[in-house]
């Protein structure tokens, strides 16, 4: 089984504030997601990184995929009240029967105007 | 286009009832999956479609049954529901190509089992 683990599990901060997530497995992935979540809705995609050392930047969020493909990060940069939500790493296992996603348990993020 | 769609958005079952939860995509993805989410235990999956016609197991599909019924629905059944399904269930479809892949989710049922 492919594990996750997702750091920090709960972050409060200030408007302005810069601040990094970080997603770290032992196993390597095919690809890995980026996902955001409010409450009492699903999970919306952000971004999908698939090349080891890839980083893709999307307005003040910047995702970074480890050289090895077996971890993550997400740095937000001056963060606004928007931006908060839950934000889940899922790296991707492609097999014969079909791709598989594997969650970490997210981070809790609540910013503070 | 609605993406993603799944009824009922809330449920209560008494312990021993049986219920389905329906799914449904527009995207024309070949790949569905159902998920359940708990505090502190993020998203896991319960069983998975990768094409129509066939169905396997994820990390925890006991007391779960699925029918990928045609390209679109994907459907999840509980036949004996027990207080440890209490829980928020995602329906998501997926798409893969040869260097990408993404999974889009529907609005999630909440189900509760007393």
């Known amino acids: 089984t492919q594990l996750l683990e997702q750091s920090p599990q709960f972050l409060s901060i200030q408007e302005g504030e810069n601040l990094t997530v970080y997603c770290n497995s032992s196993?390597?992935?095919?690809?890995l997601q980026w996902y955001r979540q409010e409450p009492g809705e699903g999970p919306v995609l952000l971004v999908t990184v698939v090349t080891g050392g890839e980083v893709k930047k999307l307005k003040r969020l910047t995702f970074q995929f480890g050289d090895a493909r077996k971890d993550s990060s997400l740095h937000i940069t001056a963060a606004q009240p928007g931006d908060t939500g839950l934000y889940l790493c899922?790296?991707?296992?492609?097999?014969?029967?079909?791709?598989?996603?594997?969650f970490g348990e997210g981070t809790q993020l609540t910013v503070n105007p | 286009n609605a993406g993603v769609t799944q009824t009922p958005k809330f449920q209560v079952l008494k312990t021993g009832q049986s219920m389905t939860l329906q799914c449904a995509q527009d995207m024309n993805h070949n790949s569905m999956y159902w998920y359940r989410q708990d505090p502190g235990m993020g998203l896991r999956l319960i069983y998975y479609s990768a094409s129509e016609g066939t169905t396997d197991k994820g990390e925890v599909p006991n007391g779960y049954n699925v029918s990928r019924l045609n390209k679109r629905e994907f459907s999840l059944r509980l036949e004996s529901a027990a207080p440890s399904q209490t829980s928020v269930y995602f329906c998501?479809?997926?798409?893969?190509?040869?260097?990408?892949?993404?999974?889009?989710f529907g609005p999630g049922t909440r189900l509760t089992v007393t």
């Open positions: 998501a479809s997926g798409l893969a190509g040869q260097s990408y892949y993404e999974q889009y």
């Open positions: 899922a790296g991707e296992a492609r097999e014969t029967s079909g791709s598989r996603l594997t």
């Open positions: 196993s390597v992935f095919s690809s």
